[in-house]
């Protein structure tokens, strides 16, 4: 349908209900919380205990017992083991750290008293996007490194308490590239906040890291990120890009999968509570724009994109009831200014869904700007192709036609889901609420006076509403 017409379709739908507003699909849902035991705990924040015992999907990274399942850089030099526990000298042998050899849930570098200097230590398995949650420990000034895919290091550093002179020495830094520029390393980025622990103290990194993306030709579309980065429960990085490796990492070319690596040469160390997921099985999701490259049209919209006014979009999430702990999902997303502002406003996680390459890119823009692409992620997807079953808001912004061919996906919902539409009804199906809002100005209509907006809700299981006939 041509633009034109459709413009004047609408305008003939929104003259028969008394009302002078515009035309978008809008569809929000809420996962089930995973696991009853516990509140939804997967969203990016610090929530006491480590992850792996509040969420589902991980897999620890030792076995308690022997270094199966890792690998030395160099097998010549060894200096790893197991142990039981690990001993800090103190503050009279402060560089000391050691552990007995044996069975033990905890690993150390030291075990041949760094004669020879101990090898770097990386995974048998390869990961593409994943979460990551390790806990180490150093000694006084003693150094270290996380490697995502064995390429992309963060600092583990002796620095609490210390004035650094350059940000490489502060523990959390993502560090710098092989590449000089002026004589001088470039790249690294420095913590936003600091969150050290004193010398001889468990520590720990909670990582969210989103793998390299590459097209069919091989060639590199999007660099490597660092989503989400926690440093004892503190957010210290947020969003950083890697070009390219940085220094003293594996001898590998950048791929969708890699090993993870911990630097052994640097000084003494230990680790603990090495656990993994994929990145697609949690709650923290990537913004998506390694995809880009991938967009194309899939077909015609069903809808020109009209965006809703703020104050719609207060009063759908209010009616809705959204809460932290939710998830979004945004049918026809427009520009994402629905789970944005759900995201922003309320904490939670959103997925906007829109079949118009142009709107995803939009929407994508919007997630960054407001840099909360921990709790938002956009797809290009047919709506009328998603499985909704997880979900509990709904809100559309639809024809009437098109939210009643919704009807046999709402009806998959969980018992007590919500569903929340601008504007247009729902033929069959009995409302909860019908409620009205009014907005100073309308920008689609290009007026200073406003116009009335209709939020209808309902909740699940569906009410069929009563025919004449019955």
């Not at 929407?363 to 998603?386: A, M, P, R, W, Y």
Request: proline share 6%.
């Amino acid at each position: 349908m041509p633009p034109a017409e459709f413009r004047n379709r609408i305008l003939r739908e929104k003259s028969m209900k008394s009302l002078s507003m515009k035309l978008v699909l809008v569809v929000m849902s809420v996962s089930l919380v995973i696991g009853s035991a516990f509140p939804q705990a997967d969203e990016g924040m610090f929530h006491g205990d480590p992850p792996y015992l509040l969420e589902e999907g991980w897999k620890p990274l030792l076995n308690g017992v022997d270094l199966d399942g890792w690998q030395y850089r160099n097998p010549e030099r060894g200096g790893w083991g197991t142990t039981a526990g690990v001993f800090w000298g103190g503050t009279e042998n402060p560089s000391q750290l050691s552990g007995r050899p044996g069975p033990g849930d905890r690993i150390i570098n030291t075990m041949t008293n760094f004669k020879p200097v101990p090898s770097d230590l990386f995974t048998v398995e390869k990961f593409g996007d994943v979460e990551l949650y390790l806990e180490f420990m150093v000694s006084d000034r003693s150094n270290s490194g996380v490697y995502l895919h064995g390429l992309y290091e963060v600092q583990i550093w002796d620095s609490y308490g210390r004035d650094q002179e350059h940000i490489q020495d502060i523990c959390g830094t993502i560090y710098d590239y092989e590449r000089r520029v002026n004589n001088q390393y470039v790249g690294a980025v420095a913590p936003c906040e600091r969150a050290e622990r004193p010398t001889g103290r468990w520590q720990s990194f909670h990582i969210w890291f989103q793998a390299p993306r590459f097209g069919a030709d091989g060639k590199k579309t999007a660099n490597a990120k660092f989503l989400r980065v926690l440093h004892n429960g503190v957010l210290i990085n947020e969003n950083v890009e890697r070009a390219e490796p940085t220094r003293a990492c594996m001898n590998l070319a950048e791929a969708p999968r890699n090993p993870l690596m911990l630097q052994g040469d640097h000084g003494p160390v230990a680790f603990r509570n090495i656990h993994v997921r994929p990145l697609s099985e949690s709650a923290v999701i990537s913004d998506g724009r390694g995809a880009l490259e991938a967009l194309e049209e899939i077909r015609e919209p069903d809808v020109i994109f009209v965006p809703t006014p703020q104050e719609v979009v207060e009063k759908m999430l209010e009616l809705a009831q959204v809460k932290k702990g939710d998830l979004i999902y945004d049918l026809g997303c427009g520009d994402g200014r629905i789970v944005v502002t759900a995201a922003k406003k309320y904490g939670c996680k959103g997925v906007g869904y829109d079949i118009d390459p142009q709107r995803v890119r939009e929407s994508l823009e919007n997630v960054e700007k407001n840099k909360i692409g921990h709790l938002v992620h956009i797809e290009q997807k047919d709506i009328f192709t998603l499985d909704l079953s997880q979900a509990n808001v709904i809100t559309l912004y639809l024809l009437p036609s098109l939210n009643v061919k919704l009807i046999p996906q709402l009806e998959k919902l969980k018992p007590g889901s919500r569903i929340v539409s601008h504007d247009f009804d729902m033929k069959g199906v009995k409302p909860d609420q019908v409620v009205t809002v009014t907005t100073d100005h309308d920008d689609f209509y290009q007026n200073d006076y406003g116009s009335n907006h209709t939020v209808y809700l309902w909740t699940t299981p569906l009410q069929k509403e009563e025919t004449e006939e019955q």
